[in-house]
C-alpha cells in the first residue's frame, strides 16, 4: 500500500488516501509518486495529491489538519501553541524552552513547564 495526501488550500492535508501498489506502479512495475498523483486525479477528480511515508520521507506522516510545505518537501504537523518554534530539521514544533525529565504539562499562559497532577 501506497499513502498520499489529499491537499487542499494553502497546502492543508484534508485526508489520506490508501492505495493498492499494483495501482499506482509504472512501466517497470516501481511504485511511482506521479502514477499514483494520476490514479487518484482520474478516481476522485481532485488534482492535489503528494505521497506520504511512514519512514521519515517529507519528514512527517501525513495527517488531516498537517500542512504540506512544497519549499521544505515536508508534511508539518498543525501547531498547538502559538509559542512554540518548527524545527527546520525535523518539520516538528517544539517548546521555546526545554522540558524538564519527569511529567510536565506545557502552559501557554506562562510559557513554561508544569508538574503534571498526581
Not at 499494483?22 to 509518486?33: H, L, P
Not at 519512514?55 to 512527517?60: A, E, F, S, V
Request: with cysteine; charged share 30%.
Amino acid at each position: 500500500m501506497a499513502d498520499f495526501a489529499k491537499i487542499g488550500l494553502n497546502g492543508k492535508v484534508i485526508s489520506v488516501h490508501s492505495v493498492v501498489d499494483d495501482a499506482i506502479k509504472d512501466a517497470d512495475g516501481n511504485v511511482q509518486e506521479v502514477v499514483g498523483i494520476n490514479y487518484l486525479t482520474n478516481a476522485t477528480g481532485w488534482a492535489e495529491w503528494r505521497q506520504t511515508f511512514k519512514d521519515g520521507t517529507r519528514k512527517n506522516f501525513a495527517g488531516p489538519g498537517y500542512t504540506y510545505d512544497e519549499d521544505r518537501d515536508a508534511f508539518i504537523p498543525p501547531n498547538d501553541y502559538p509559542s512554540w518554534v518548527l524545527n527546520e530539521e525535523t518539520c516538528g514544533w517544539e517548546a521555546p524552552v526545554e522540558r524538564p525529565e519527569g511529567k510536565y504539562n506545557w502552559n501557554e499562559a506562562t510559557t513554561s513547564w508544569d508538574p503534571e497532577e498526581e
